[in-house]
T-cell receptor, first 114, second 113 residues
Framework: KQEVTQIPAALSVPEGENLVLNCSFTDSAIYNLQWFRQDPGKGLTSLLLIQSSQREQTSGRLNASLDKSSGRSTLYIAASQPGDSATYLC?????????????FGGGTRLMVKP | ETGVTQSPTHLIKTRGQQVTLRCSSQ?????VSWYQQALGQGPQFIFQYYREEENGRGNFPPRFSGLQFPNYSSELNVNALELDDSALYLC????????????FGSGTRLTVV
């Protein structure tokens, strides 16, 4: 069964810290991996998309890495700010699954304290 | 370039009723997917539409059905609503065959009482 797991489920850090969110997946045959941000009660905002042939992607203070062989991705947030407080979701598009669906992890709920 | 828009934003229905949710895909996108997100969980795939036909389905019963229109907009219909159908319903659009990710809408919050 193709599954995605995110650890930790919740994280609280003081403002200014660099932090790493983890995502693991059970099947290395992936098409791509996408990180999303979700504010309470809202939709998903795409942060970074990593194709299976790529090792990492960067956008501003965010850097996402991909290691297919170990089934892992990390999202690195530099110099965290209170505005970064949200739930971060990792989603994998596996090969040969129904309708090119995304399989989501349960998310990491991040709180950055001033 | 417009993003994905969903309507309505909130909805309250009674158990046993039927509901229709609507989604307009991002300009240039030809594929629409629907997800259900229960509180505190990651989204779960319901189904996807491409060229006006269902192109894959998750583990949801037949009372969940959908449509895609020639302009790539879409509807999600749920019949015989149950209390457990209460969730945030998310629509996402993409391009089949393209190396692009998914763009999500803001969702419709459905409450079944």
């Amino acid at each position: 069964k193709q599954e995605v797991t995110q650890i930790p489920a919740a994280l609280s850090v003081p403002e200014g810290e660099n932090l790493v969110l983890n995502c693991s997946f059970t099947d290395s045959a992936i098409y791509n991996l996408q990180w999303f941000r979700q504010d309470p009660g809202k939709g998903l905002t795409s942060l970074l998309l990593i194709q299976s042939s790529q090792r990492e992607q960067t956008s501003g203070r965010l850097n996402a890495s991909l290691d297919k062989s170990s089934g892992r991705s990390t999202l690195y947030i530099a110099a965290s700010q209170p505005g970064d407080s949200a739930t971060y979701l990792c989603a994998v598009r596996f090969h040969n699954n129904a309708g090119n669906m995304l399989t989501f992890g349960g998310g990491t709920r991040l709180m950055v304290k001033p | 370039e417009t993003g994905v828009t969903q309507s309505p934003t909130h909805l309250i229905k009674t158990r046993g009723q039927q509901v229709t949710l609507r989604c307009s895909s991002q300009s240039g996108h030809n594929t629409v997917s629907w997800y259900q997100q229960a509180l505190g969980q990651g989204p779960q795939f319901i189904f996807q539409y491409y060229r006006e036909e269902e192109n894959g389905r998750g583990n949801f019963p037949p009372r969940f059905s959908g449509l895609q229109f020639p302009n790539y907009s879409s509807e999600l219909n749920v019949n015989a609503l149950e209390l457990d159908d209460s969730a945030l319903y998310l629509c996402a659009s993409s391009i089949t065959g393209g190396a692009v990710g998914y763009t999500f809408g803001s969702g419709t919050r459905l409450t079944v009482v």
